[in-house]
Nanobody, 124 residues
Framework: QVQLVESGGGLVQAGDSLRLSCAAS????????MGWFRQGTGKEREFVAA????????YYADSVKGRFTISRDNAKNTVYLQMSSLKSEDTAVYYC?????????????????WGKGTLVTVSS
């Protein structure tokens, strides 16, 4: 069992940076791939980024590649999403997810566990 709690969301201006954190509890955290998804108002939830249990493999959606960076600190049971050059279209609720196969986390069906989300609003 893994419990996930996101933090770090807020209101920023276009071009700003923001770092999201996802704190995980549960002894099996280190064995899971971790990912971030987002859902804008009236939109479907979409994949943002994922990272393997050891941090050696990362995946990004084309829309955030080069602007967002996913990382994890297994000693702190935490995964991060560093977001830079934010755009108004990045406005969404951001969800942390955990799944046994990192490559499958590029789809929400690959996640076994979800956090409740944190809202990021980017004003233009």
């Amino acid at each position: 069992q893994v419990q996930l709690v996101e933090s770090g969301g807020g209101l920023v201006q276009a071009g700003d940076s923001l770092r999201l954190s996802c704190a995980a509890s549960g002894r099996t955290f280190m064995t899971y791939g971790m990912g971030w998804f987002r859902q804008g108002t009236g939109k479907e939830r979409e994949f943002v980024a994922a990272i393997s249990w050891g941090g050696g493999s990362t995946y990004y959606a084309d829309s955030v590649k080069g602007r967002f960076t996913i990382s994890r600190d297994n000693a702190k049971n935490t995964v991060y999403l560093q977001m830079s050059s934010l755009k108004s279209e990045d406005t969404a609720v951001y969800y942390c997810a955990a799944g046994p196969a990192t490559s499958r986390l590029r789809d929400e069906h690959g996640a076994d566990y979800w956090g409740k989300g944190t809202l990021v609003t980017v004003s233009s």
